[in-house]
């Protein structure tokens, strides 16, 4: 009896540690992660992904880091005047609760500044979301080929930065 007890026991301390983790590790999920080959010489990229909440709590990414470039950035485009502009998403970029945010060419992506190498296509880039609640959260983008989702910025050299 005391041994069936103990098994008992050990089971469901198993099973809630793991249904923790579980909870912890599903509250932020991130799909379809891409990014785009760049021509030599370029210093900056840009990655591109889906991010679904799947807490009852908002949240908010903070920023993102990989080894490929000096510093990474949350940008948004937008049209500004007629002209598109792109900036620093400040203060982070929130993520509804149950809700899911789209980075996409001419809305929001993470941007690479001071690339340390090529993006080269079929290649992939190591990066780490950094989120308020949900903590850090690595991923692996793969990089398509130049031209891929055609309707932004190739390069982005000919943008103004706005602050
Ligand atoms: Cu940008």
């Given amino acids: 009896m005391r041994l069936l007890l103990h098994i008992i026991t050990t089971a469901l301390s198993i099973a809630a540690a793991s249904s923790l983790a579980f909870a912890q590790g599903a509250s932020i999920q991130v799909e379809q992660p891409w990014s785009r080959a ?5 210093s900056t990229g840009a990655a ?4 679904n909440n799947k807490s009852h709590d908002a949240d908010r990414l903070l920023g993102a880091s990989s080894d490929v470039a000096d510093k990474l950035q949350i940008h948004e485009m937008k049209v500004v005047n007629g002209n598109m502009e792109m900036r620093e998403v400040t203060g982070g970029l929130s993520i509804p ?5 789209v980075l996409k060419p001419g809305r929001y992506h993470v941007m690479l500044i001071g690339l340390k190498k090529p993006l080269k296509e079929g290649e992939t880039i190591p990066l780490t979301l950094d989120f308020e609640k949900a903590g850090k959260v690595s991923i692996t983008v793969p990089i398509r080929a130049m031209g ?3 309707d932004d910025m190739p390069g982005m050299g000919h943008m103004d930065m706005k602050k």
Avoid: D, F, R
């Fill in 38 to 42: 760049t021509p030599a010489g370029a």
């Fill in 97 to 101: 609760a149950g809700g899911s945010v």
């Fill in 48 to 51: 591109y992904l889906t991010i």
């Fill in 148 to 150: 891929t989702g055609h």
